[in-house]
């Protein structure tokens, strides 16, 4: 069954260090796609990051980077030089198309608290 | 563009009462989602759409609820009768694709109080 697992219910991180948020995935299906969001306090869901099952390379964008390892069926995401803002609740998700239809996956989410 | 658009922002009721919640989607994007957020259970898909046509309703909870889209600009959840374990923020999302690059917008959510 697809499933996505965040084992992390909180994290601190102090501001300017680097902070990781573990992400592991399961399905058997080869092809899918992994999502990070950002949920803050004012409650809004923003996109952060993709990486495709097929991408060679890890994704990067600006701060954040997802440590892609599919052997292991991790999605860790990091975020570089941690600021105040990014204070949030953090979402890893999970989508898979089959002929039909498709699935959405969402972790049950990390609250990450960044300490100044 | 405004982003995705969701009415109410807040809604309160009573149980037994009908409840509908509006959308407007990015224009352009051909898929359009509902999702409920509560702390037990995280954040649920209930239905998506393409091209306005419902795709899988196999998040819906039960009967009550129902998730229309007339057209491009346009999608309604309802929830008919409502009960109190219906409390919840459900977000509205949109996007190019099923599994889009870009990610889903989602809108700011309706949190609904069922009393």
């Known amino acids: 069954a697809q499933k996505i697992t965040q084992t992390q219910p909180g994290m601190f991180v102090q501001e300017k260090e680097a902070v990781t948020l573990d992400c592991t995935y399961d399905?058997?299906?080869?092809?899918?796609?992994l999502f990070w969001y950002k949920q803050p306090s004012s409650g809004e869901m923003i996109f952060l990051i993709y990486?495709?099952?097929?991408?060679?390379q890890n994704a990067t964008e600006g701060r954040y980077s997802l440590n892609f390892q599919k052997a292991r069926k991790s999605a860790n995401l990091v975020i570089s030089a941690s600021q105040l803002g990014d204070s949030a609740m953090y979402f890893c998700?999970?989508?898979?198309?089959?002929?039909?239809?498709?699935?959405?996956?969402f972790g049950q989410g990390t609250t990450l608290q960044v300490k100044p | 563009d405004a982003g995705v658009i969701q009415s109410p922002r807040h809604e309160v009721t009573e149980m037994g009462q009908e409840v509908t919640l509006r959308c407007k989607p990015i224009?352009?994007?051909?898929?359009l989602f509902w999702y409920r957020q509560t702390m037990m259970r995280g954040l649920e898909l209930l239905i998506y759409?393409?091209?306005?046509?419902?795709?899988?309703d196999s998040g819906m909870p039960e009967d009550r609820f129902s998730a229309k889209m007339p057209n491009a600009s346009f999608s309604t959840l309802k929830i008919q009768p409502s009960e109190p374990r219906d409390s919840a923020v459900y977000f509205c999302?949109?996007?190019?694709?099923?599994?889009?690059?870009?990610?889903?917008?989602f809108g700011p959510g309706t949190r609904l109080t069922v009393l």
């Open positions: 399905t058997s299906d080869p092809s899918y796609g």
């Open positions: 224009s352009g994007h051909d898929y």
């Open positions: 990486q495709g099952s097929y991408d060679q």
């Open positions: 999302a949109s996007s190019q694709d099923f599994i889009a690059v870009t990610g889903q917008f």
């Open positions: 759409f393409n091209n306005n046509v419902p795709i899988d």
């Open positions: 998700a999970m989508g898979l198309r089959t002929s039909n239809t498709g699935k959405l996956i």
